[in-house]
């Protein structure tokens, strides 16, 4: 057809001098020409059409008062009240696991301290679990062929999130924060990540300070209250890494929608913000390369700092009481090896 181009059902263009063809992450949202029987009588839409609910680049938006799930699909906000109670409900699961991951080192560090030095204890085993769980998830966003079996696994996972889609959407709690600052959801989301460990750290200094004035302890210079402090942000440290360095690293993670000769880049996750200028690029400094830079680099320099500092008293209470989350269960010439695997 010479120029009379435009892309089939699936596939999105962004314009009718691109040379790129995207396949669409949901393609039942990109229309393509669904109307063309004969493209060569017809002027084909260079861009093709989208569906119901669905705009913007490859159809990956969601019309005003709809948010996306996790399968692409969009949800009605206004008929999905439940949202707004399952980011609280999420809140309170992962502070329930770092409770639990609290309690179970406070139990380690008094049975160590009384001369049990067995290493199969449950902290050790919930630091083993929770590593597994943070890598398990990190790994399904790598766009490789996976093997059959995993290929089934992930089709039952996604046919799970398009179900829990209709029920639960957490962008229609992000959406009224984009109203509020009129930012994108996506810095909105980035944004709540990276504060979320100081949240936690908040409440569990706040949590440690009324539990010492209910039982009447003192507050100031007591070492007690110190250490516990001190572990339970350790414990926060560890579980959030993570999720904050995937957040900040999805605002860098950019593509070309246009030509192959000429580069015009957009977010992976967000279609329509063009990266490296504007709001981007201004997000990008405040908050994407900081907090990478603090994840990445200063947490796990820190970590090994304290342990090389600490090293030939690894076994002392305070010692045990506030980092040994980070060095439990290792041989001791391989105290700082927890450092490695967070860097």
Not at 10 to 35: H, K, Q
Not at 152 to 173: H, N, P, Q, R, W
Not at 218 to 246: S, Y
């Amino acid at each position: 057809g010479g120029t009379n181009v435009g892309p089939r059902y699936g596939y999105w263009r962004m314009n009718g001098t691109a040379d790129i063809v995207m396949e669409c992450p949901r393609p039942a949202s990109c229309l393509g020409n669904v109307d063309v029987v004969d493209s060569s009588n017809v002027t084909l839409n260079p861009v093709g059409y989208c569906a119901d609910t669905y705009v913007g680049n490859l159809c990956n938006e969601c019309i005003d008062g709809w948010a996306k799930g996790n399968s692409g699909t969009c949800v009605d906000c206004s008929t999905n009240v439940i949202s707004y109670v399952l980011i609280v409900t999420m809140i309170l699961i992962q502070a329930i696991v770092i409770a639990f991951g609290v309690r179970e080192m406070m139990k380690f560090g008094e049975e160590f301290l009384e001369g049990n030095h067995v290493e199969t204890k449950t902290a050790v085993l919930f630091r083993i679990l929770l590593s597994y769980a943070q890598v398990f998830s990190l790994i399904f966003d790598i766009d490789i062929n996976w093997p059959n079996l995993m290929e089934s696994i992930l089709g039952v996972t996604g046919k799970v999130s398009a179900l829990s889609d209709s029920l639960f959407v957490v962008d229609c709690f992000f959406l009224l924060g984009k109203k509020a600052t009129g930012a994108d959801v996506i810095f909105i989301k980035a944004l709540w990540t990276a504060i979320t460990p100081f949240f936690y750290i908040l409440l569990g200094m706040m949590f440690w300070i009324i539990y010492f004035k209910l039982k009447g302890r003192p507050i100031r210079n007591n070492k007690n209250l110190k250490n516990l402090i001190i572990m339970t942000m350790v414990i926060i440290c560890f579980d959030q890494q993570p999720q904050v360095i995937q957040s900040g690293f999805s605002l860098l993670d950019c593509v070309n929608l246009y030509r192959t000769d000429t580069r015009v880049a957009f977010l992976q996750d967000a279609y329509d913000i063009k990266c490296w200028q504007g709001e981007h690029l201004g997000w990008m400094l405040a908050l994407a390369l900081p907090s990478l830079g603090i994840w990445i680099l200063v947490l796990p320099g820190f970590v090994m700092h304290i342990l090389r500092k600490s090293r030939g008293k690894l076994n002392d209470e305070d010692i045990v009481k506030r980092y040994s989350f980070v060095y439990n269960g290792y041989q001791e010439k391989f105290f700082y090896w927890e450092a490695i695997i967070m860097l």
